[in-house]
């Protein structure tokens, strides 16, 4: 088999960069899914809060999916299903479809695998290991797609958005949530979210607050949190036990990059994905990646942008095979990482950059600085760790030095 | 009249709002302003759920209401919903239940899903 651009991953970075190869004039565009639908982890985001910035209405993340879902036929993007991407070197890809072993010959290729949930194993949390215990993204694939709920009172630990989905969720399919701990003494959540999804139920979170046992055999009796200190130790006497049958754990993603790993590909420890340029284009020449695999996104809206540079990028490259000097973009103060982590020149217009903080600020001024000097600053009301912050830069601001660092400067 | 304050849930922003009476402040633009009055005077939320399927190529079909519904009644919306079994095929912003539960806001599938074995 052969294609222009083959995309893996028919989440909304896969289906929205393929897409986009189609609207700028690619003949064959193809997506490869190893799910039976495509949508991603959509399919199982039933809440609405998607697409108010590209869409200008609140959709459910299934909405959301099906709106792009709709446009694949009609635009003539291929699409294989139940299809899983084994291996990739540049040019070619293999996957295992129902039918067997299939090569593909791709002019380009995208990557947009989405991330995969943290687990407890890499949490080194004490105690038993009883039944009972989920990733909060599993639970809601039961509960929202296979109609199976887990438990009937739940702790939940970690406080990021899925964290918080899931207790509004587990609460109207009548269980009872006790509890969301997060170990900052911030949320990793929306504000929203901690508004809809716990203020409305009643449902307390505990900052500060940690796992310091499990209990239960074979089934998940309770567990015990404690409140910590500066230093993340719990503070002697601060131990409550709340009994329940269930534990789910909404600690954090990591982008799913085995495939990137095997090809070799530049990886940024920070982010967790590849090290792209404003083009999305990874360090091997022919390769690009977006979505979640490259960085993991709040917002899905942010996806489908960042999927379509990507797109134009992989357009851009089939149609000449070169890749300019390179300019490193790094992370400043309080700065976690940045994306795209290398600019190739030359560049034109604006370039977005986007990233996360280290710390929550009132008021905040970003900064790009290359050189010493200081070529771009603006200010900005807040800047939280849970939200990806985004700058658009004009690129006449951007000299032609070696690197450019972003601060995020300001007061607690 | 009591001053609330409230975190506004219209966009990922999430403006902390206050609100005196018609006085609001706080909000970054006109429909989190508008929003902030009305949760005020009568919170409204959208219901997000899952109702079951029959002869689809899934087993659950996602549902949302059209619109808001008042936050009181948000229980009994879910019981109504609970209650109902659809029939496949169904079409993305189809109706499963019109005025759900007397609320006179519907209820819509929020996937489209082919009945099992036809594409
Ligand atoms: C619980 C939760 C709540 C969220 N809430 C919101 C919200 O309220 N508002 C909002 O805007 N955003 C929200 N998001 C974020 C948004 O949904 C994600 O950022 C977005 O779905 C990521 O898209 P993606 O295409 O990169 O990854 P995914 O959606 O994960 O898609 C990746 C796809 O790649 C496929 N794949 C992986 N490996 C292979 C392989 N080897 N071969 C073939 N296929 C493969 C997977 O099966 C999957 O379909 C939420 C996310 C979650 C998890
Ligand atoms: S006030 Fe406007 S900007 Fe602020 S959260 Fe509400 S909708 Fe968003």
Known sequence: ?412 | MMKKTMTCIICPLGCRIEVEGERAQGYSCPRGRDWARQEAAAPMRILTTTVPLRGGEIVLLPVRTRGPVPKDRLWECLARANSLLVEAPVRVGQVVCPDLAGTGVDLIATRTVAEIGKD
């Not at chain 1, 910035?53 to 635009?75: C, N, S």
């Not at chain 1, 409140?227 to 789910?248: A, I, W």
């Not at chain 1, 990874?282 to 942008?305: E, I, K, Q, R, Y």
């Open chain 1, 1 to 412: 088999m052969k294609a222009e651009l083959v995309v893996i991953g028919g989440g909304p970075a896969g289906m929205g960069a393929a897409l986009e190869a189609k609207r700028l004039g690619l003949e064959d565009v193809l997506i490869i899914e190893r799910e039976q639908f495509p949508g991603g982890i959509l399919q199982q985001c039933i809440h609405s809060g998607f697409g108010l910035h590209l869409f200008g209405e609140e959709l459910t993340g299934v909405e959301y999916a099906q709106r792009f879902i709709d446009q694949l036929g009609p635009a003539g993007v291929r699409l294989l299903t139940d299809t899983m991407v084994m291996e990739v070197a540049p040019g070619l890809v293999r996957a295992l479809s129902p039918a067997g072993l299939i090569e593909i010959q791709a002019g380009a290729i995208i990557l947009a695998m989405g991330c995969r949930e943290r687990t407890r194993g890499a949490l080194n949390i004490p105690g038993t290991r009883p039944a009972g215990i989920y990733t909060a993204g599993t639970a809601q694939r039961l509960i929202n797609v296979e109609g199976y709920l887990p438990g009937r009172r739940a702790v939940i630990l970690g406080s990021g958005d899925i964290g918080l989905i899931m207790a509004r969720r587990l609460t109207l399919e009548g269980a009872d949530v006790l509890a969301v701990a997060e170990l900052m003494p911030w949320s990793g959540g929306l504000a929203r979210n901690i508004a809809q999804c716990l203020e409305d139920f009643a449902i307390p979170l505990y900052l500060s607050h940690t796992l310091v046992e499990i209990h239960g055999k074979k089934r998940l009796r309770g567990v015990t949190l404690a409140q910590v200190d500066e230093e993340f130790q719990p503070r002697p006497g601060s131990q409550r036990y709340f009994p329940c049958d269930t534990l789910l754990l909404s600690v954090g993603l990591v982008p799913e990059n085995e495939l990137s790993r095997q090809l070799g590909i530049e990886l940024d420890p920070v982010s967790g994905g590849p090290r792209v340029d404003q083009t999305l284009s990874t360090s091997v020449p022919g390769v690009f990646a977006c979505g979640n695999v490259v960085h993991v996104h709040d917002l899905a809206d942010n996806v489908t942008l960042e999927s379509r540079r990507a797109a134009a990028g992989a357009v851009a490259w089939l149609a000449r095979p070169v890749r300019g000097r390179e300019l490193a973009v790094g992370p400043g103060e309080n700065v976690s990482y940045v994306v795209p982590q290398r600019l190739s020149l030359p560049v034109s217009g604006t370039v977005s950059f986007l990233f996360r903080v280290r710390k929550p600020r009132q008021e905040a001024v970003i900064e790009v600085v290359s050189g010493g000097r200081v070529i771009w600053r603006k200010r900005r009301r807040g800047a939280l760790p849970a939200e990806m912050v985004e700058i658009k830069v004009p690129t006449a601001d951007i000299p032609a030095a070696d690197s450019l660092t972003i601060h995020c400067r300001g007061e607690k």
